[in-house]
């Protein structure tokens, strides 16, 4: 399956969900939805002073009548929610002989369908020399250009070289394997810097889950080409899982002080692992 | 050097390479790509610190199964190694005569060849023990012991009871079981016929002469309707002694005498006696070696044979009845009968019926004069001549088939014998009476009495009722099952496949013999003295030591077989191997 199947597949399954929208934090740009800000929709929501500049047709004749002041009456902003869908598009999330770059691409069509579907505007973007936009991201997923996966730069470090123009009070969504080094912390409040609700998509494979058979195994970095040969026991499968759930502790720590939702998925199991999705509230029937 | 019995096993060895190639298969690096070495950090950086030891890439159990293997393979061909041994196995002759327990206890040259034997292996390191008994025929007191201690039980078996020690003998088994590595040790009471020197043998005598009076004949024997009695005593030794000798039958003393009797003299006594007298015992009075003071004598076997003459003819009748009656072997009694005279054609019925067949006289016979032809080992012609005799008997007569001649005259058979398959035997005699002599010649009555002690020795039996000990009793069971009860109150069952058995005879005393089936028992009574006038003599009996071993120290490489250390390493390594597994939970 290429990647434009999978996006296909991806949207396809997206079809069935609405992004679920943060109704405190929300701005952006004018549109459907009700934003915390005073704005042009018919809801009214408060009354202040008049003030220079402001528009005379929001002027309450009626209570200038009664108190002889001039006050403006404050009606509802409504605006267009924003998804930033932030992928790891480093050579991790292409690993070989794994389903990440299949779920990867469906996970992505499926948020920017599920966005559309909850009237969102959204934008893609991927790791690479530093982070950049996916060619035709605010079309439908079938007509994205490439996601080119497999890039040398982890997401750290495209992060640092050039980070993604997220929109402020925007919805963002990060889709990695979360395999970074050092703590997650830092990286992780860049991310949610402004923004009205971060959920942190962790998509692993299989192998990523379990250690590999006991044996003599050489390990190679997908990233890096770097190897390690080790012999494999039980005593160090036993050790890698911890690792793995230490990891994960560390990231789940970091979302708690920073406010993110952070969610594991399969990639082998993609369909069975969307109800997650729906349980910490970033995804909802449509 | 080590040396291989099966060489050829080495080619099971082409498993040990297919074994290291099933774990290389198995065991190499399969290469495996994962997202990123960041979880396997933790692995990375001990080894590089150098903190952590790797475990290796060939599993232990490989090791395991690589040793096994080759041990197995090592074990199938057979390996023996050249190990030096430094002291050399001995095997000592015990000299099993009865002249070893002369003397007061304790001071008995069978007492002092044991204290002499263990200060031996304390002054010298033997690696293992073989007990040899010289009797009248060498016999092992037990399996190869590795300390003298072991030995114990072989020793209560050396009990010195016969009448003569084949040393010579015994030695030569000695020398064969020992390969020409063994030492060689005799102990005795009597000197060596020439002395040993340096080498293997040793030769150590422990004797000590005595004063020893001792039977060396005695006998009871038919003499007609009574047994006739002979006792002779002899004093073998150097210097003059008395004795006192006793003859008893149950309660009855039969004779008291005190005896004085010079250096290497013996006195005879010889006395009838009532043939129904029950066992009659002599004694002496005690001195140096009790068991030549005591002699038993039962009555004498009387073997009769029970004849039927079916002779119709009253002068031919007459003739054979007389013959019968001159030998004493005829008993009165007829039925059934062991032997039929008769002149009809078909042999006599009975499976105990021997048969003579009086052939017709022809109506012509002929005289032969001789030359008389015998077979002379034939038990009919034990002490028989025929010299001047004249046999009137048939001219031109043929043997019948199946008869082999016995005594022809020239080409004409005159007595022929046919043996059956069943033991019974049929005889033939052409014999004319009024044309011949014989019958009026003492030769007569011997063929007539060796036919019956022929017929009477293939009865069911012992032949002699008193007999010297070491020499064979011969015993014809009647039923394939003996009992021997012997003078130690022991019973021994012995097995009796063929028609004679020699009966197993090493204690002087009374023994009784049983066979036959519960309604047809046949019981016996026989004796069995210790009469051996050698071994009583202990004059001869002197104490020394001859000969030398070689040194000690001698080593020597032998060839011995390590395949039994091999095999227990490798099952020990098998456990080892399988508690690996199971520490592992079973896998490779």
């Known amino acids: 399956m290429n990647y434009r199947q999978s996006l296909i597949a991806g949207e396809q399954m997206g079809l069935r969900y609405a992004l679920a929208l943060p109704q405190a934090t929300l701005a952006g740009q004018r549109g459907e939805h009700l934003g915390r800000r005073a704005g042009s929709s018919v809801d009214f929501q408060d009354y202040r002073d008049y003030q220079p500049g402001d528009d005379l047709r929001h002027i309450d004749w009626n209570a200038y009548a009664r108190t002889d002041q001039l006050t403006v009456k404050l009606f509802r902003e409504e605006v267009q929610p924003h998804l930033d869908l932030v992928l790891d598009t480093s050579a991790s999330m292409a690993l070989a002989d794994s389903p990440k770059a299949q779920a990867l691409h469906q996970l992505a069509a499926l948020f920017a369908t599920a966005a559309a579907n909850a009237r969102c505007s959204h934008a893609v973007w991927v790791t690479g020399e530093g982070f950049q936009r996916v060619a035709n991201d605010t079309q439908p997923p079938s007509a994205w250009g490439e996601l080119s996966l497999g890039g040398a730069r982890s997401f750290e470090e495209a992060h640092g070289l050039l980070p993604p123009r997220l929109r402020r009070q925007g919805i963002r969504i990060v889709i990695s394997d979360l395999f970074w080094p050092g703590d997650p912390l830092p990286t992780l409040r860049k991310l949610t810097e402004g923004a009205a609700a971060v959920t942190l998509v962790q998509l692993l494979a299989p192998s990523d889950l379990e250690p590999p058979k006991p044996g003599n195994v050489q390990l190679e970095d997908s990233e890096t080409g770097e190897t390690l040969s080790l012999y494999i026991d039980t005593t160090i499968q036993e050790q890698y899982r911890k690792t793995l759930q230490r990891l994960q502790q560390s990231w789940d720590h970091a979302a708690q002080q920073t406010g993110a939702e952070l969610v594991t998925l399969i990639a082998d199991n993609l369909q069975g692992s969307l109800r997650s999705l729906e349980e910490c509230r970033t995804l909802e029937p449509a | ?588």
């Open chain 2, 1 to 588: 050097m080590p040396a291989f019995t099966y060489p050829l096993a080495w080619i099971a060895a082409v498993t040990l390479p297919a074994l290291a190639a099933i774990y290389f298969l198995r065991h190499r690096f399969r290469r495996h790509q994962v997202s990123s070495l960041l979880l396997w950090q933790l692995h990375r950086e001990s080894r590089e610190g150098g903190r952590r030891v790797e475990k290796p890439q060939w599993p232990m159990v490989f090791f395991l199964e690589l040793l096994i293997l080759a041990l197995l393979v090592l074990a199938a061909t057979g390996p023996r190694w050249q190990v030096p041994h430094t002291t050399r196995p001995l095997i000592v002759v015990l000299d099993d005569s009865q002249s070893m327990l002369a003397g007061p206890e304790g001071e008995r040259p069978r007492d002092r060849a044991i204290e002499k034997l263990k200060e031996l292996t304390k002054e010298r390191r033997f690696r293992s023990f073989q007990l040899i008994a010289a009797g009248t025929t060498p016999r092992l007191l037990g399996d190869k012991a590795r300390h003298l201690r072991e030995l114990e039980d072989q020793f209560e078996q050396w009990t010195c009871q016969a009448p003569q020690a084949r040393l010579n003998a015994a030695l030569g088994l000695a020398r064969a079981m020992g390969h020409q590595e063994a030492d060689l040790l005799v102990l005795t009471d009597e000197a060596p016929a020439r002395s040993p020197g340096q080498g293997h043998l040793r030769w150590i005598a422990l004797g000590q002469p005595r004063i020893n009076f001792a039977f060396i004949n005695a006998a009871r024997s038919v003499h007609g309707a009574e047994d006739r009695v002979l006792l002779e005593i002899a004093n073998p030794s150097a210097l003059t002694g008395t004795n006192t000798l006793h003859v008893v039958a149950g309660t009855n003393v039969l004779h008291r005498e005190t005896l004085t009797l010079a250096t290497n003299k013996t006195h005879r006594l010889t006395f009838p006696i009532a043939a129904h007298t029950p066992k009659l015992q002599a004694t002496l009075g005690p001195d140096a070696l009790a068991g030549d003071n005591e002699v038993h004598l039962v009555p004498a076997a009387r073997p009769l044979v029970r004849v039927r003459i079916a002779i119709e003819d009253e002068e031919l009748r007459g003739l054979v009845a007389d013959s019968l009656a001159a030998t004493g072997l005829r008993a009165l009694d007829e039925n059934p009968p062991e032997l039929v005279v008769h002149q009809s054609d078909s042999v006599p019925t009975g499976k105990e019926a021997w048969g003579l067949r009086w052939l017709p006289a022809p109506e012509e016979p002929e005289r032969f004069t001789g030359p008389f032809v015998m077979d002379a080992n034939h038990p009919l012609t034990r002490g028989l001549s025929l010299p001047g005799i004249v046999w009137g008997g048939h001219s031109g007569a043929t043997n019948a088939p199946g008869y082999r001649p016995v005594i022809t005259a020239g080409n004409v058979p005159l007595v022929t014998h046919r043996p059956e398959l069943n033991g019974r035997q049929q005889l033939t005699l052409r014999y004319v009476p009024n044309h011949s002599t014989l019958h009026t010649t003492q030769h007569w009555p011997a063929l007539f009495w060796n036919l019956l002690d022929w017929r009477a020795q293939a009865k069911p039996g012992l032949r002699e009722a008193n007999h010297r000990l070491g020499l064979d009793i011969a015993y014809r069971p009647a039923h394939d099952e003996v009992v021997l009860q012997k003078p130690d109150g022991t019973q021994q069952t012995l097995q009796a496949p063929g028609t004679e058995i020699r009966l197993p005879v090493n204690l002087p005393g009374v023994y009784e013999v049983h066979s036959g089936s519960s309604t047809n028992r046949m019981s016996e009574t026989f004796a069995v003295n210790f009469l051996a006038g050698e071994e009583s003599n202990l004059a001869q009996a002197v104490s020394g030591d001859w000969g030398k071993w070689g040194t000690e120290n001698e080593i020597r490489l032998e060839y011995a077989s390590i395949l039994p250390y091999l095999v227990l390493l490798a099952l020990a390594i098998m456990v080892w191997h399988l508690a690996c597994i199971a520490r592992q939970g079973g896998r490779v």
